[in-house]
């Protein structure tokens, strides 16, 4: 949902209804993996390793201009939107 639809609400509950369609996925784990993941964006250094030590300027459309939000300050907005 992060990367891929850019936590764009109207996507991410369609992609939600899709995945809860075909799988059982309760709230409480929606909420730990966006937790889990949260920490994994903050802490991985893949994207600036790639871009500045390897000279890969591909994954560069993944970074944002301005000010450093960590991704659960992105995603509470998204999440009180959906409901399971």
Known sequence: MHLSLCLDPIMCRA???GYRSVSVL???QLDNAAVVYGYRAALDLWLYETIYLKGDDRPRRFLSP???V???EQWEP???SMTG
Do not use: K, S
Request: no cysteine; aromatic share 20%; hydrophobic share 45%.
């Open 66 to 68: 301005g000010p450093f």
């Open 26 to 28: 309760p709230d409480d």
């Open 78 to 80: 998204l999440r009180e």
């Open 15 to 17: 992609f939600l209804a």
């Open 70 to 72: 960590p991704f659960l």
